[in-house]
């Protein structure tokens, strides 16, 4: 913020020819060596001023009255001077003179209606978002305040200022001080121009300062493994527990597409006879609130029956005893390294491997997985379809034999 100083005086104005005992009083604001005049709409006799005070003088009711007024002009002027103080801006004759006359900008700051946003957001949490929403826009908030400190040297920005150079020095930022990948980035860009859209909304912005931006995520290339792989990690026999019970909860993942998350939470009342008099789980989705409907392949029942009578399920009311999601991924780099598999294995990549090598390369139609894995929209799940190359090689090679006979 710039020019914090400025000045006040209220002067007279006397019009030329003016012959008149009563002239016209004006404040004069000076900040930053300009300055500017607003009329008070009120007149008065120089010789009963004091230039000194800049009050009338006497104690009649005519003066006490005007000084009164002015005296209230004045105090407005503070206010003015403090809500751009408050909101970061350049405190300017013009400014303040606008401010005075009610011809101002929103003086609202982009860090409280990001704030309350939030504040919103966590009341709905379980109801209409989930808990990883919420991280995420507190994640986004913390990203904006720290940008704004590094680029503007503040801890707010009035909404006015925000145009197309903030964005783009805003994606800048998050990619090279933050290490965020383009995907990361885009992501966090677009919980900023959530808060955006509710000030155009509301009318407290005049322009769109992502006007012009595009945000476009680039295809990333997920980690699946092959039928073979899922093969050896099944037959492999660990000696040490914990690495046979995250290797178990990895496989269900992998026959029934549930994130780590979901598989947590899961309760053995979820599990119950579904529509052919098979066993299936029906629950809901953490992070979408989406009902997940989903028959139980003999590879899963095998792994909820060697669990059946697990202490800590029976305490927790749970189907699976799972550890934390830091120690499910730490222990699956080790049964990766044991198993000579040197694809990136994560809790993620076995629901990856449930959507493509599972069902899709198995023939299951992309409507049915998609419906299995809770997705909202069919294109979610088109993302797996495109990296199944076993799959086309599957369908060339009976394309090549029909055109060979």
């Known amino acids: 913020m710039k020019n914090s100083r400025f000045g006040l005086q209220f002067v007279f104005r006397k019009p030329k020819g003016e012959t008149r005992s009563l002239l016209p009083l004006y404040l004069r604001i000076s900040a930053g060596g300009q300055r500017t005049e607003v009329s008070t709409r009120r007149s008065w006799q120089p010789d009963r001023w004091d230039t000194i005070t800049g009050r009338a003088v006497g104690t009649r009711e005519d003066a006490r009255t005007l000084n009164a007024y002015l005296s209230a ?15 970061h801006q350049d405190v300017t004759a013009e400014a303040l003179k606008d401010g005075l006359s009610g011809d101002k900008k929103s003086g609202r700051t982009l860090v409280p209606i990001f704030q309350r946003h939030n504040e919103q957001l966590a009341k709905l949490v379980g109801a209409e978002f989930a808990s990883a929403t919420l991280s995420r826009y507190q994640t986004a908030l913390d990203h904006t305040v720290a940008f704004l400190r590094s680029r503007y040297q503040t801890d707010d920005i009035s909404i006015d200022k925000l145009d197309y150079e903030f964005v783009t020095e805003y994606e800048f930022w998050l990619k090279s001080a933050r290490k965020c990948g383009h995907n990361t980035a885009v992501k966090y860009i677009s919980n900023l121009r959530k808060v955006v859209n509710i000030c155009l909304k509301n009318g407290w912005l005049a322009r769109d300062p992502f006007l012009g931006y595009k945000m476009t995520k680039r295809e990333v290339v997920r980690a699946v493994l092959t039928q073979n792989e899922v093969d050896v990690l099944t037959k492999k026999e660990f000696a040490i527990e914990r690495l046979a019970i995250v290797r178990d909860l990895f496989l269900f993942s992998c026959y029934t597409g549930l ?21 299936w789980i029906f629950t809901s989705r ?43 991924n730490a222990y699956l780099k080790e049964i990766a390294d044991v198993c000579g598999i040197l694809k990136p294995m994560t809790c993620h990549t076995a629901r990856h491997t449930f959507a493509t090598t599972i069902t899709l390369t198995n ?27 076993t799959k086309v090689s599957d369908d060339m090679l009976k394309l090549r034999s029909k055109l060979t006979s």
């Not at 002027?77 to 103080?85: A, D, G, K, R, W």
């Not at 979820?270 to 008099?277: F, H």
């Open 259 to 279: 994130a780590y998350a979901d598989i947590k939470k899961l309760k053995r009342s979820e599990v119950a006879i579904g529509i052919d008099g098979e066993k």
């Open 286 to 328: 953490q992070k979408t609130d989406t009902a997940s409907r989903i028959p139980l392949l003999p590879q899963a029942m095998t792994i909820i029956e060697r669990y059946a009578d697990n202490p800590i399920c029976a305490n927790k009311d749970t189907l699976l005893p799972v550890p934390s999601n830091q120690k499910m």
């Open 73 to 87: 002009l004045q105090a407005r002027v503070y206010e003015v001077y403090l809500q751009l103080v408050n909101n």
């Open 363 to 389: 023939g299951v139609p992309i409507e049915t997985v998609s419906k299995m894995l809770g997705h909202r929209s069919l294109k979610t799940t088109q993302l797996y379809a495109k990296i199944l190359d």
